[in-house]
T-cell receptor
Framework: NAGVMQNPRHLVRRRGQEARLRCSPMKGHSHVYWYRQLPEEGLKFMVYLQKENIIDESGMPKERFSAEFPKEGPSILRIQQVVRGDSAAYFC??????????????FGEGSRLTVL | EDKVVQSPLSLVVHEGDTVTLNCSYEVTNFRSLLWYKQEKKAPTFLFMLTSSGIEKKSGRLSSILDKKELFSILNITATQTGDSAVYLCAVLSNSGYALNFGKGTSLLVTP
């Protein structure tokens, strides 16, 4: 049973370009979470999605960031017009149920974005 | 604002030592506290604690929660080099879906 799959593992972008990060949850999981880890910082929640719905985006920056989890295909975190401060590791996690039931998440290995 | 503080930030021990990692929190409407182990890849789940005073145990690792004093400890006995990792503490509240993580404790076990 494959775990949470993220790609790309490493992404380099120049300022002003767009970054797209993909996440395929574990088989049977319909809840996806995105977290960001800045250097020397803890994991910070960004957004929680179920299929075709954004449930909680309270951790997402108001501009340039968006997320989706379509009916078919992976969840995508999109960052438009990237800036150097967006350089971070972006982790996706999935669960079979909402965290208000268990709190346990299964994490992917992360996508490391570097903005030049 | 909810807060999770882990200590120490880093720790170096010799194989065979016992270590205790600390996690204190301030969270509105506490629901559960979780421990994760992060090596160079994905954080992996260790324990979830919801009740005070009940120890969770898995092999050489154990953890306990004190909801009155608002902290948890993670113990590792007879440490091995494979225990070297960053240990993350996270708290979940009843008022949202987000796990609130501390900055982690970086543990290095030397041979």
């Amino acid at each position: 049973n494959a775990g949470v799959m993220q790609n790309p593992r490493h992404l380099v972008r120049r300022r002003g370009q767009e970054a797209r990060l993909r996440c395929s949850p574990m088989k049977g999981h319909s809840h996806v979470y995105w977290y960001r880890q800045l250097p020397e910082e803890g994991l910070k929640f960004m957004v929680y999605l179920q299929k075709e719905n954004i449930i909680d985006e309270s951790g997402m920056p108001k501009e340039r960031f968006s997320a989706e989890f379509p009916k078919e295909g992976p969840s995508i975190l999109r960052i438009q017009q990237v800036v150097r401060g967006d350089s971070a590791a972006y982790f996706c996690a999935s669960s079979p149920r909402s965290t208000d039931n268990t709190g346990e998440l299964f994490f992917g290995e992360g996508s490391r974005l570097t903005v030049l | 604002e909810d807060k999770v503080v882990q200590s120490p930030l880093s720790l170096v021990v010799h194989e065979g030592d016992t270590v205790t990692l600390n996690c204190s929190y301030e969270v509105t409407n506490f629901r559960s506290l979780l421990w994760y182990k992060q090596e160079k890849k994905a954080p992996t789940f260790l324990f979830m604690l919801t009740s005070s005073g009940i120890e969770k145990k898995s092999g050489r690792l154990s953890s306990i929660l004190d909801k009155k004093e608002l902290f948890s400890i993670l113990n590792i006995t007879a440490t091995q080099t494979g225990d070297s990792a960053v240990y993350l503490c996270a708290v979940l509240s009843n008022s949202g879906y987000a796990l609130n993580f501390g900055k982690g404790t970086s543990l290095l076990v030397t041979p």
